[in-house]
Each structure stands twice: as structure tokens, then as C-alpha cells.
């Protein structure tokens, strides 16, 4: 009998193999082929033109590292049987099946109080039944319920394919080289004690440079100023459409003016960025003067100016801006609210309570990252950087 092998080209890593028939069919079926039509990186792409790739691209890239870290750890002799295998690169092909449109942008705004990882395991449970229950071992993985505790680990961990995929294909995408980390080599040092993903010492500069890149991409790509306006223009878009009760097609209709029914999967799993982009353009001509302004901001890129503070922005500023903008318009107060407005965006490189990088040194002793010799994550990296913005009209 021969073996299912298939091969995707991919611009990041070259080819990836697909050698397993169940996992073909996972990614041929409509719930995971959604995922082409999600931004990965919802506005970034109005600062980072070439920031156009799609959630499909992050997921299958995932996979292939997956896949690569599965082999080293193999051929280090740890332990994982051919159905653990299957089950772990299934769970990172699905990780991120629950997200909306332009991920993390709408995340709370269109779909309510649901977090794209609840949707996630959702659709995997609902697959499983499609699937005759193949997906037991992945759903047991995902959710941390396997007594193999460090495939969860690379599946959401400190040293998660995940990560490792998202900042090495966003920098690319981007063109932004700080993002750019050694994949390859970390993989290579990834090792497993007492249960637990480890990375040898040999990898502790790596791990350093992972860490540090993840800060830099943060404020300077994902955070990015620009960026941030943007998303904060598509999530009042959104709230305002609900609120005046605006009028969109179907599916997406649903979502904005459905008040009692509860969203179905099926329902969600029908709208995608391509929706919300229509309804965008269609609200450009829309009679509420709020609504139309900022839906025509997005589409022509005419984005509210915004300005970082490293504390947070005076009432009497505040007011200063909406005088101004009240003397350029004919809008009321409540509505110039709406354009004029602050908030806090916050990141942290390495969280000391819960988030461990454990090293393990050829005399087989264990310690965190922050506490080799010399660490450059230390304590001054401690904790969230939290920095507040101010949006306005121009």
C-alpha cells in the first residue's frame, strides 16, 4: 500500500509534507479552509503592505514545526508513540480554528465574550464527531488533559511552535528583521525532563533572542501605533453599527443586529474578513455622519491620528481635542466621543510567576532563563510595559 504523502510550498520554509491521510482531510474540510479568508494580522497590513498572509499560512506553518520539533525529540529517545505524533500536529493545525475576522482585532467585538481558544476547542470537539472520535488524543493534548504534559507545552507554552511560527512569518511578511529568530536552532535544543520541554544549555542565546524579538515585534509591528488606530477605527465600526442597529447582508447581518438569538458555529463559521470589508464599504455611504466617517477611514486609509503617552492622557487635553473637533464639524459631543478617545495597550517580554523557559545544563541541573549567568532577562524585564494612547481627528 502506498503511504499518503503530499507537499505544500510554502514561502517561509520551503516545502512542507503532509503524510497522513486524517490530517489531509482535516485541512480539506470547510471549517479549516476558512481560515484563508482571516487575516493574520488583521490592520498591519495599512503600516506593513506586504502583511497580506492569512491565518491558513500561521496554522500550516505550525504544523511544520510541529512536525520538525516531534523529530528531534524522537531522535533525542524520548517517547512518543506514532498516534501521539498524529494527534499533537492535529492539535496545532487546529489551535487556531476558533478565530473571526481579522483575529485578535474583533476578537470580544463581533462574536461577544467568546475568546477565540473557546471557539477553538468548539469546532475541534465538533470535527471529532464528524471525524468518528479520531480526534480524542488531539482534544486531550490541546487542553492540557495528557499525562504527556510538554506536547501541550509546544502547543501553548514559553516554547510553543506557535510563537515560533507567528514571529519568524509575521517578520517576513513585514519585512520587519528584528522579528527574525532562530528557529531551526531552538528546535534542535529542545529537549524533555521529568515531563517537562526544556531546551538545552547550548540554546540559552537563542532563547534569549526569541525572547527579545517577541518585545521588539510587539512595538513595533503588532502595537504599532498606526496599526493600533486602525483597529481601534474597526472595533468601533462594529460597536456603532450595533448600536444604531445598521443594516448589512447576510451572515454577517447576524452578528450585528441579532440581539436575541444565539450565534450558532455554522453561523460563525460563515463570516470572514471578506464580510466585514463589505460591510465596511457599504456603511461608507451610510446617513449616521460616525458610522460612514470611520468606515470611510479604513477603506481609504484616512486613520484618526494617535500619539503614545507614558502616562495617562489629561482630562483637560482630552477636552482641548473635542473642542477642536466640535469647531470642524457639525457633530454632537456624544458622537465626537466616538473619534476622540484614549486607552492603554500593554506587553510583556517575560512574565517571572507564570512563565517559565527551564534550561537544562549538562550536569543535569535545571534552571529558569532569567537565572543563568549574565541573563539578559532579568528583573528589568520584568512585568508589562504599559503604554496609553490618545486617538483624535486630524
Known amino acids: 500500500m502506498t503511504r499518503f504523502h503530499k507537499i505544500i510550498n510554502d514561502p517561509v520554509y520551503g516545502f512542507i509534507t503532509i503524510d497522513d491521510e486524517l490530517i489531509n482531510r482535516i485541512i480539506a474540510h470547510p471549517f479549516y479552509q476558512r481560515l484563508r479568508r482571516i487575516n493574520q494580522m488583521a490592520m498591519a497590513h495599512l503600516v506593513y503592505p506586504g502583511a497580506v498572509h492569512s491565518r491558513l499560512h500561521h496554522s500550516l506553518g505550525a504544523y511544520h514545526l510541529m512536525r520538525s520539533a516531534l523529530l528531534e525529540l524522537t531522535g533525542k529517545g524520548i517517547d512518543i508513540s506514532p498516534e501521539e505524533q498524529q494527534a499533537s500536529k492535529i492539535a496545532i493545525l487546529l489551535h487556531d480554528i476558533g478565530h473571526g475576522p481579522f483575529s485578535h482585532a474583533l476578537e470580544h467585538t463581533l462574536a461577544e465574550g467568546m475568546h477565540h481558544e473557546t471557539l477553538s476547542l468548539m469546532l475541534m470537539h465538533e470535527l471529532n464527531a464528524q471525524f468518528d472520535g479520531k480526534l480524542k488524543l488531539a482534544l486531550d493534548i490541546f487542553t492540557n488533559q495528557y499525562h504527556k504534559k ?92 450595533r448600536m444604531i442597529g445598521a443594516e448589512c447582508h447576510q451572515p454577517l447581518n447576524d452578528f450585528i443586529n441579532n440581539k436575541h438569538t444565539k450565534i450558532s458555529l455554522e453561523q460563525f463559521c460563515r463570516i470572514d474578513d471578506v464580510d466585514v470589508m463589505m460591510a465596511i464599504k457599504h456603511w461608507c455611504n451610510h446617513p449616521d455622519k460616525v458610522l460612514s466617517f470611520l468606515c470611510k477611514g ?79 532577562i532579568n528583573e528589568n524585564l520584568k512585568g508589562k510595559v504599559k503604554k496609553y494612547y490618545f486617538c483624535h481627528l486630524r
Open 150 to 241: 510538554f506536547l501541550h507545552q509546544l502547543i501553548s507554552g514559553q516554547l510553543d511552535v506557535d510563537r515560533m511560527d507567528y514571529l519568524t512569518r509575521d517578520s517576513f511578511f513585514t519585512g520587519v528583521s528584528e522579528g527574525v529568530i532562530a528557529y531551526d536552532r531552538i528546535l534542535k535544543m529542545l529537549t524533555v525532563q521529568n515531563g517537562e520541554l526544556m531546551v538545552e544549555e547550548k540554546g540559552i542565546y537563542s532563547i534569549e533572542k526569541f525572547l527579545v524579538s517577541r518585545r521588539l515585534m510587539y512595538w513595533q509591528v503588532y502595537l504599532h501605533k498606526t496599526v493600533l488606530s486602525a483597529e481601534q477605527m474597526l472595533k468601533r465600526i462594529i460597536k456603532r453599527a
Open 298 to 376: 479604513i477603506v481609504d486609509r484616512n486613520l484618526l491620528k494617535i500619539k503614545y503617552y507614558s502616562e495617562p492622557v489629561k482630562a483637560d487635553l482630552l477636552q482641548e481635542k473635542l473642542n477642536e473637533a466640535a469647531g470642524k464639524t457639525s457633530m454632537s459631543k456624544e458622537d465626537l466621543e466616538w473619534l476622540v478617545f484614549t486607552g492603554e495597550a500593554s506587553s510583556s517580554t517575560y512574565n517571572f510567576e507564570n512563565e517559565k523557559i527551564h534550561v537544562l545544563f549538562k550536569d543535569g541541573t535545571v534552571k529558569d532563563i532569567s537565572e543563568v549567568d549574565n541573563a539578559l
